[in-house]
Nanobody
Framework: QVQLVESGGGSVQPGGSLKLTCTDSSGTFEGDTMAWFRQAPEKEREFVGLWNWSRRRTYYADSVKGRFTISRDNPRKTIDLQMMGLQPEDTAVYFC??????????????????WGQGTQVTVST
């Protein structure tokens, strides 16, 4: 059974950077999509970005384009989320998610059935 584990969260000042890592600790993931979502207090979980191995490309939410970058470490076990220019509105719990096949509604958290436990990112002075 796929087990996603996030690491790398923490606290930074506005304008700072953090890198998050998502690893399938079971080593059994055979799907083609790994994604990052985030959830701030009292807000719905929102899409951040994803890597798709079949299409060999990334997708990003407009709110993070140009600031966040997703990279992957083949074979399909790790993706990183490099976050730069962090702002207070980026404060949230960041979750890694996976699905077997890419879905056209890739931005909808309800399309994913495998999740990590989440890691906190706090941006404040």
């Amino acid at each position: 059974q796929v087990q996603l584990v996030e690491s790398g969260g923490g606290s930074v000042q506005p304008g700072g950077s953090l890198k998050l890592t998502c690893t399938d600790s079971s080593g059994t993931f055979e799907g083609d999509t790994m994604a990052w979502f985030r959830q701030a207090p009292e807000k719905e979980r929102e899409f951040v970005g994803l890597w798709n191995w079949s299409r060999r490309r990334t997708y990003y939410a407009d709110s993070v384009k140009g600031r966040f970058t997703i990279s992957r470490d083949n074979p399909r076990k790790t993706i990183d989320l490099q976050m730069m220019g962090l702002q207070p509105e980026d404060t949230a719990v960041y979750f890694c998610a996976a699905r077997v096949r890419f879905h056209v509604n890739y931005w909808d958290y309800r399309q994913y059935n495998t999740w990590g436990q989440g890691t906190q990112v706090t941006v404040s002075t």
